[in-house]
């Protein structure tokens, strides 16, 4: 994998971990970013609440959240959601700014 963009992919990181960690430190457990081809596809794991859905009960570990097609800049990237109901990502369009 290009260095230059295992660079990138881990600024992104750094990033979204500085987001969780500001505006929702008590419901994500970790976050995760990794890199294949042009994409970054990003994971995190969710603190379990009191009085959590049996539904998602079974629901533990990493979960799929969205991926990020860079598109050279750093600031600019284009955003698809992880739908469960169709188990894949959806293209929603480009994102700028800070993705947040």
Known sequence: M???????AYRL?????DHVDEHWP?????????PRGQFCYVTVEFAK???QSSEFAGEE????????????SE???????YTWAQG??????RAGGLLM
């Open 61 to 72: 570990g990493e979960q799929p959240l969205m991926r990020l097609r860079y598109i050279g």
């Open 2 to 8: 290009d260095k230059r963009f295992q660079r990138i």
């Open 13 to 17: 990181e750094k990033r979204l971990d």
């Open 26 to 34: 008590d419901r994500v457990v970790s976050l995760e970013v990794r």
């Open 75 to 81: 600031d600019q990237w284009e955003f698809a959601c």
């Open 88 to 93: 894949s990502h959806n293209t929603s369009g």
């Open 49 to 51: 609440r009191d009085g």
